[in-house]
């Protein structure tokens, strides 16, 4: 490539993340967090949003009424009180940002009112959400944060949209990036648990949805809710009630992977090869990204673990300092390039 020509495509870089010593396997490093860290505590005020089709999600809104904003979206069977979620909501506002966490549709304990449920290709909830944001506060800088599902829907959301996105940046962590590999890669090993758990909350929230709103033709309940695999479970459940053929197109049609090119927003996605949930081959090159996307790539982390170690072998979560570093620098890099002159984020401020 010639001195000064812009690169073609974006970068997969090697991730500054070092485990704990003591969890430096994969399935300890995905589970520690989940089961043993206590949810973060944080203020956080919750509101109703009426969505143009009659449905609603919830946000939950955190730090103070000025400041650059930052859209958090959980991952499957995740929520407001998703630990990750909070710990990283906890920490930016504490370095002057606001965040609004978005449960999507659904996904909270209070049934949404249509058939209709999230899923990793709904991308339509989080992009009228944003654009809301934009209309209404147009000078603030706007980011936004998915883990999971919410990192597939993110990345879809913004190669979709390309430069039309309502955002000033992203960032994505442990996105599947294909869904049916993944799918597969969930039935086989140690896998199967986390399969079962997650099969098992959304067992509970179809249980909870259906009487209140009937599942419309074509969804077939009871084989939801014995489904042994995702495979099954989506060809009963998520894939007709969201207008996919089976579970076969809604996998090819929702993963983010085949949109990765067309992104046209400064984005980080964090990921560990060592991924229980899934398998490396779907471990985007660099070819295959647009050049506003960098690939930060850690052998160790397990799924949305990213558990180092501080003083005394106290667990750090990784992830609640390099997503603020990159917010902060690509703040910083949007107020330099198009002269906005919103508020800026208080690197200074600590919790």
Same mark, same amino acid.
């Given at each position: ?86 710990? !990283? ?8 940002? =606001? ?32 654009? !809301? ?14 883990? %999971? ?10 190669? $979709? ?16 990036? $294909?869904?049916? &590999? ?13 399969? %079962? ?10 249980? =909870? ?6 599942? &419309?033709?074509?969804? @077939? ?13 989506? @060809? ?16 090819? =049609? ?9 992104? =046209? ?58 997503? &603020?570093?990159? !917010?902060?620098?690509?703040?910083? %890099? ?18």
């Amino acid at each position: 490539m010639m001195e000064g020509r812009a690169a073609a495509h974006g970068r997969v870089v090697p991730s500054g993340f070092r485990p704990h010593p003591a969890l430096r396997q994969a399935h300890l490093q995905t589970l520690l967090p989940a089961l043993l860290r206590p949810l973060p505590a944080l203020p956080m005020r919750r509101e109703r949003l009426e969505l143009p089709d009659g449905d609603f999600v919830m946000l939950g809104w955190s730090g103070g009424t000025q400041g650059p904003l930052a859209v958090l979206i959980h991952g499957l069977t995740g929520g407001l009180d998703s630990k990750y979620l909070r710990g !990283l909501a906890r920490r930016l506002v504490a370095l002057g940002w =606001r965040t609004v966490a978005l449960e999507l549709r659904g996904a909270g304990p209070q049934p949404n009112r249509l058939p209709r449920c999230y899923n990793q290709g709904d991308t339509g909830d989080f992009l009228h959400l944003c654009r !809301l944001l934009r209309a209404r506060e147009p000078g603030t800088p706007l980011f936004a944060v998915g883990w %999971s599902l919410g990192g597939n829907v993110l990345l879809k959301a913004l190669g $979709e949209q390309g430069e039309a996105a309502p955002l000033d940046g992203a960032v994505a962590v442990s996105a599947p990036f $294909e869904l049916k &590999p993944c799918a597969e890669h969930l039935r086989r090993g140690f896998a199967r648990v986390y399969q %079962s758990h997650l099969l098992k909350g959304l067992r509970q929230g179809i249980r =909870r949805k259906h009487g209140p709103v009937p599942a &419309p033709p074509g969804v @077939d309940l009871q084989a939801a809710l014995r489904a042994p695999n995702f495979f099954a479970y989506d @060809d009963a459940y998520t894939a007709p009630i969201n207008g996919y053929r089976d579970a076969e197109d809604y996998y090819a =049609r929702a993963s983010c992977r085949q949109y990765l090119g067309a992104i =046209r927003r400064t984005t980080l996605i964090l990921h560990a090869a060592d991924d229980p949930f899934m398998v490396p081959d779907v471990v985007p090159q660099a070819h295959e990204l647009a050049p506003q996307v960098t690939l930060e790539l850690s052998p160790t982390g397990g799924h949305v673990g990213f558990v180092g170690a501080g003083r005394w072998g106290a667990p750090v979560w990784w992830l609640e300092r390099r997503i &603020p570093q990159f !917010l902060d620098e690509a703040l910083r %890099s949007t107020d330099n390039g198009n002269g906005n002159d919103g508020p800026q984020m208080n690197a200074n401020k600590r919790e």
